[in-house]
């Protein structure tokens, strides 16, 4: 089983809600990552969890705050968005952090600030 | 800075031609991906090479690595339109210590083919 699954698959908030993205793995990866695709642009990384400890944080602003609570899980809190942050949000895990071989993605959560 | 360049951005083929996607990196990696992504879909992994002068093959697509030019193709065969997608390359930058698990994007070639 190579699946990653992410909820839920399409997203609505304001400005001012506070909403979670959640993504599960059931592959005993110990390094999940968090992804930002804007619409016809490349995914851009945002996060990475290695062995439940964040490793990279590629200077995301304190509105997204990741979270880790166990070796299947990955949450994304949201809080307080801004219009341009509406986008794709991908999940991926991975075996390790270092290790050479596929990151495996998960369907992403499609996410509009109003 | 790891920058990742892929051309052409956009290519249109007609079914049966064969075609080349380059992706070009700019510093030490010894990690280079290839996914698919299908419009609203998420990423497929096609591809993973990981050292010089690998060459992995899948149905029409056969992906090579040459890390001393610093250069991947992906070469398409007799295309179909099932393989209308958009491709990207990604590249894992090498540190002292090893690989940390992050992939710099290069951005994407639409593919369209057409009968």
């Known amino acids: 089983d190579t699946e990653v699954t992410q909820t839920p698959k399409h997203l609505v908030m304001g400005m001012t809600n506070k909403k979670s993205l959640k993504c599960e793995q059931h592959?005993?990866?110990?390094?999940m990552y968090w992804y930002k695709q804007k619409a016809k642009k490349p995914p851009e990384l945002m996060f990475v969890?290695?062995?439940?400890?964040?490793?990279i944080n590629e200077s995301v602003p304190s509105r997204f705050s990741p979270e880790c609570p166990n070796s299947s899980l990955l949450n994304l809190h949201l809080h307080a968005l801004q219009p341009e942050d509406s986008a794709l949000y991908l999940c991926?895990?991975?075996?390790?952090?270092?290790?050479?071989?596929?990151?495996?993605f998960g369907p992403g959560t499609r996410l509009t600030v109003l | 800075e790891l920058k990742v360049e892929q051309n052409p951005l956009f290519l249109s083929m007609q079914e049966g031609k064969n075609y080349t996607i380059y992706c070009n990196y700019s510093?030490?990696?010894?990690?280079l991906y290839w996914y698919r992504q299908d419009p609203g879909k998420s990423l497929e992994s096609l591809f993973v090479?990981?050292?010089?002068?690998a060459v992995k093959q899948e149905g029409r697509l056969m992906a090579s690595l040459d890390t001393k030019a610093r250069l991947s193709t992906l070469h398409i065969t007799a295309a179909v339109h099932d393989l209308s997608a958009t491709y990207f390359c990604?590249?894992?930058?090498?540190?002292?210590?090893?690989?940390?698990?992050?992939?710099?994007f290069g951005k994407g070639t639409k593919l369209s083919v057409k009968p």
């Open positions: 510093t030490t990696s010894d990690r």
């Open positions: 090479l990981l050292s010089n002068g």
């Open positions: 990604a590249v894992g930058p090498t540190y002292y210590g090893g690989s940390q698990g992050n992939l710099i």
């Open positions: 592959m005993g990866h110990r390094a």
């Open positions: 969890y290695s062995y439940e400890k964040l490793s």
């Open positions: 991926a895990s991975s075996r390790l952090a270092t290790y050479e071989g596929t990151q495996y």
